[in-house]
C-alpha cells in the first residue's frame, strides 16, 4: 500500500472544543468470500484495526471486519485540552502498519 | 423522522420476502446474528431510544453504505460510552465493526461505510462505562449486494 492515508484533522482549536477527526486509507479489503476467475477462493486480506491515539493516549479503536467497504473511512471525534499530535496506525491480516500524524495547536 | 408512506412499507415487504428465497447458505442467519448479539450483551436486555443509526432506507449498492452512528451520552470520565457494536443478519459474517471509544471522544460519535450482501437488519448496540446497554436497529433494502461472488 504505497498511497498514503487522507487525514482531515483541523490544524488549530480552542481548549475543550471538540473536533471532528476524518480518515481514508487505500485497501482493497478482499472478504475472503470472492472466488477468481478459475473458481479458487481468494484469500482474505483486510485492515483489521484502525487506532488513533492522541499524545500517546488512544481515543478512538475500531476493530475491522470483512464487512467494512474498501478503502476504510473513518469519522469520529475527539475533545482537545492541549496541543498535540494525533497518531494513525492501521494494521491489515499481512501485519502491515501504516501510520500517519498530524499535529493541533489548542488555545 | 421515518415517513414510510403505505405504499413504500408494501412495496418493502415484498423485496424483503423476494430477497428471503433468494439468499443462499453463505448468508448469516439472523439466529447468527442473535448470537453475536448476545456475545455482546451477556444475555441482558438493552434499552432503546438511546442511539440514532444513519443508514439508508434502500442502498443501490451494498459495496459502499454510508453508516453513522450517534449514542445519547454525556462522555464524562464517569458515563461514558466505551464501545459501539454494529452487526447484520445480511452478510456471510454477522459482524461489521466494533468501535471503542474513550471520554476523550467528547461525543459519542462514529461513522464509517459498511457492505451489506442483501436486505436485513442492521444492529447496533453500544456499552456505557457504567454497564448500560443500549441498541437499536433498522432495515436496509439492498438492490445490489456487496459481497462478490
Known sequence: MAEKPRLRVPSEAKKGDIIQIKTLMSHVMETGFRKDEAGKPIPREIINSFVCTFNGHEVFRADLEPAISANPYFEFTVKVEDSGTFAFAWVDDNGTVTTAEQGITVS | ?149
Open chain 2, 1 to 149: 423522522m421515518s415517513s414510510l408512506t403505505r405504499r413504500s412499507a408494501l412495496l418493502l415487504g415484498a423485496g424483503m420476502t423476494l430477497t428471503l428465497v433468494a439468499v443462499d447458505n453463505s448468508m448469516a442467519t439472523p439466529a447468527e446474528a442473535d448470537a453475536e448479539i448476545a456475545k455482546f450483551t451477556g444475555g441482558k436486555a438493552a434499552e432503546s431510544g438511546k442511539i440514532a443509526i444513519d443508514l439508508p432506507e434502500i442502498a443501490e449498492n451494498g459495496n459502499t453504505v454510508p453508516l453513522a452512528i450517534k449514542v445519547d451520552s454525556p462522555m464524562t470520565t464517569d458515563d461514558y460510552v466505551s464501545e459501539i457494536r454494529v452487526i447484520g443478519d445480511a452478510n456471510p459474517n454477522p459482524g461489521i465493526v466494533r468501535f471503542h471509544l474513550t471520554p476523550m471522544s467528547g461525543r459519542a460519535e462514529a461513522a464509517t461505510r459498511i457492505r451489506l450482501g442483501g436486505t436485513g437488519t442492521v444492529t447496533v448496540l453500544a456499552k456505557t462505562s457504567t454497564g448500560k446497554l443500549y441498541a437499536e436497529r433498522k432495515v436496509v433494502k439492498v438492490t445490489v449486494g456487496g459481497c462478490g461472488g
